[in-house]
């Protein structure tokens, strides 16, 4: 585990945290209480979904996300000859995979998610038959060279050529070995490639600019005895492991976890209690950054599988100050930012993210969302090139949020509207079941 996770479980002391109170304005704010378990984590059931139909016989995987984005990667395996039972969030769901993808006979719809349509293109790399994609109007305007460019030079083949955006057609067949540096540092960059390698039974070198990006991917490879290694900087991958059918848990989701725990934080009192949350230290960047900010956090009941450690997050409500968070720590915090802005919006002092210009790729431009709504609904907030600045308000947060069909914006935001005098209208607030299934229902659980 990371040094920023080991430090939390080492001062965990529930007689240490900080109970100093949020301010609230008008009626009183909210008061948290009870223990949650947030949806699997979203990263992690996509891979083993995909993974599963790789393998040829039965895989079991406990408690997946059951998210819209989640559902549009069991649907497209399924037209590429994978059988994948319904998903269910507290049950286990079941793929027979036939050993490789098969052909579907139409084309292939993968919804909001990015990850989906990333991920896949890199195992659909490695074989000789032809498939097309698309996606929402959202997941058309992401930019995919980023993945067919380096596998255009393994050796598959795009229609139009080095597609920068869905719809695409891909044709697979033979790949060759790659070495390549990452424009930026993208987990699902990576995973794609990293699939296309196993897919294709060949090596792959690769360098990420800004620092490690999660890494769920190496760690389940390692799990099924493929040699990944990082040297001199670069993820190095050998074909030399084989998927076979597994059993598997996924973990709790931190970036859903997140949410719950800054509607924790801005509360008048009380505590949370979120079993099972994923502690895996290239995606809790987070933790290290509340701390910054003078958040108590604390973490027990650890536990690992598959390679990735888990444990149960308490949180309770604390005074929050600003911070700097540089651009090393985005990649391991990066879907976070939208909670971390909503809670800079609360902070004393002007919170600085810098380099987040990866933001306006997203679901959204969540850069200029995330400034204009924190203005929106009386804060302030600034973009300043790839920097956004927050400076932190002590007036109720009143106003109508546009989320642009955001998940993460419309939980953020969600949040931000429970301290105390908030009237927070935000416009999509359903758009939050692309990720976080009943987050609406859950985060109103959560009072006491």
């Known amino acids: 585990m990371g040094s920023v996770v080991m430090a939390v479980v080492n001062n965990y002391n529930p007689a240490t945290f900080n109970t100093m109170q949020a301010a609230t304005f008008g009626r009183p704010g909210m008061i948290v209480g009870g223990s949650v378990r947030v949806p699997g984590d979203k990263s992690i059931t996509h891979r083993l979904l995909m993974l599963a139909a790789m393998a040829r016989g039965t895989s079991h995987v406990r408690r997946p996300l059951t998210s819209l984005d989640a559902r549009s990667t069991a649907r497209v395996l399924r037209q590429l000859g994978a059988s994948v039972s319904t998903l269910r969030a507290d049950g286990s769901v079941t793929i027979t995979g036939r050993g490789r993808l098969r052909q579907p006979s139409a084309r292939l719809n993968c919804g909001n998610a990015g990850t989906t349509a990333r991920l896949l293109v890199g195992l659909l790399a ?27 030079l393994m050796g598959a083949r795009t229609d139009p050529p080095e597609a920068d955006a869905l719809p695409f057609a891909i044709r697979g067949g033979p790949l060759a070995p790659l070495r390549w540096d990452l424009p930026v540092s993208s987990a699902q960059i990576k995973t794609c490639l990293l699939f296309a390698g196993l897919a294709g039974g060949v090596g792959v070198s690769l360098h990420e ?21 990082e040297r001199r900087g670069r993820v190095e991958f050998e074909p030399d ?9 996924v973990p709790a989701d931190p970036s859903s976890a997140a949410f719950l725990m800054g ?27 509340l701390e910054r900010m003078g958040a108590a956090l604390g973490l027990q009941d650890l536990a690992e599988s598959w390679g990735e450690p ?29 909670m971390l802005a909503v809670l800079a919006s609360r902070a004393e002092g002007v919170t600085a993210f810098r380099d987040v ?68 209208v935000v416009d999509d607030p359903d758009c939050a079941n692309v990720s976080f299934p009943g987050f609406a229902a859950t985060l109103r659980s959560i009072r006491r």
């Open 126 to 152: 490695a074989h000789r038959f032809t498939t097309e994609l698309t996606g929402d109007a959202s997941l058309r305007r992401r930019p995919m060279r980023r993945v067919t460019q380096p596998l255009s």
């Open 209 to 229: 600019p800004q620092g490690r990006s999660r890494d769920h991917t190496e760690r389940l490879l390692r799990s099924m005895g493929y040699t990944v290694a």
């Open 241 to 249: 492991g084989r998927v076979v059918p597994f059993e598997a848990d």
């Open 263 to 289: 509607a924790a934080l801005l509360a008048d009192k009380g505590e949370l209690v979120l079993p099972a949350v994923g502690i895996n230290p290239t995606r809790v960047g987070f933790f290290s950054v």
């Open 310 to 338: 888990s444990g149960t997050v308490i949180v309770r409500p604390g005074a929050l100050t600003a911070t700097e968070v540089v651009a090393s720590e985005i990649p391991s915090l990066v879907d976070e930012v939208p």
């Open 357 to 424: 210009g990866e933001l306006r790729v997203k679901e959204s431009d969540r850069l200029t969302l995330l400034a204009r709504n924190i203005r929106a609904v009386g804060g302030n907030a600034e973009v300043q090139g790839d920097d956004l600045l927050v400076e932190g308000s002590q007036r109720p947060p009143r106003g109508r949020v546009v989320t642009q069909g955001d998940h993460r914006i419309a939980m953020a935001f969600s949040v931000l509207g429970t301290v105390g005098g908030a009237r927070v």
